[in-house]
């Protein structure tokens, strides 16, 4: 089984986006574990379907992935990719389309990030300019939102970003265009394993919010796990219809 796990932040404020700093160690054990196997984001679509492999990625560049979950990570030899919001680096995550969800975090400046990208296990990918929501805007702002975040970081840190996260996970058809043109691949927040048959710029993540209890990381590949995949899954999606529908 294959999947692309996600976290936003490492604190302890209990937040929707917000895993505590001793769930977070328990995580990074176990992944260290060797249970399964930890591939940089791009090889796990190349890695045998009869793999256990994961990809971690973490969404926004906040604070405390530099602060607390990059130094874990790198010492147990994890890779990672953070997707950044390139015009908002180094203020804090008040954008709009949050819908009032979780707290505003500090995020990490040009320095910080390029000191992570310089190591061999910190990925940068983007995470759009401004972290809107793409399905509101017009053609000429969605490019100029995806393309443009993609030219800050290669200005900034002198690399082409190779992957994008679509922010709330919302994207269209020309969303999905802009991205299939500018990077190798899109991940989406749709709740799900990866499977061979997922299109590259539609890729779905497990929120590990849903697997803050030990358990359930360790219950890994067992029809457990798959029933709570599941519940989950449905939970989310009555929640959005219940909310009119959208990530």
């Known amino acids: 089984m294959k999947a692309i796990l996600t976290y936003h932040s490492v604190d302890d404020s209990g937040s929707v986006v ?20 930890v591939v940089p984001l791009l090889e796990l679509l190349t890695t045998s379907e009869s793999e256990d492999a994961v990809a971690i990625t973490f969404d926004d560049g906040l604070e405390s992935f530099g602060r607390i979950a990059a130094p874990l990570l790198l010492a147990a030899g994890l890779p990672v990719t953070v997707f950044v919001v390139s015009d908002l680096v180094g203020e804090l995550s008040t954008w709009s389309g949050s819908r009032g969800h979780g707290p505003s975090f500090r995020l990490l400046d040009w320095a910080a990030l390029g000191a992570l990208a310089e190591t061999d296990l910190v990925e940068i990918g983007a995470h759009t300019r401004t972290h809107p929501v793409l399905t509101r805007l017009d053609p000429p702002n969605v490019a100029d939102e995806i393309i443009g975040c993609a030219r800050r970081i290669h200005e900034q840190l002198g690399e082409h970003p190779r992957a994008f996260a679509y922010p709330y996970g919302a994207f269209d058809e020309e969303a999905e265009r802009v991205a299939s043109a500018t990077f190798d691949l899109s991940v989406t927040t749709r709740l799900d394993i990866l499977k061979p048959s997922a299109p590259h710029h539609r890729l779905p993540r497990l929120d590990m919010w849903y697997y803050q209890s030990p358990r359930r990381l360790r219950s890994w590949g067992t029809s457990a796990f798959r029933r709570h995949l599941g519940a989950r899954r449905a939970a989310r999606a009555m929640r959005g219809v219940l909310a009119g529908g959208g990530a």
């Open 18 to 37: 917000s895993t505590s700093e001793a769930t977070f160690r328990d995580h990074v054990q176990w992944l260290a574990s060797g249970r399964v196997r």
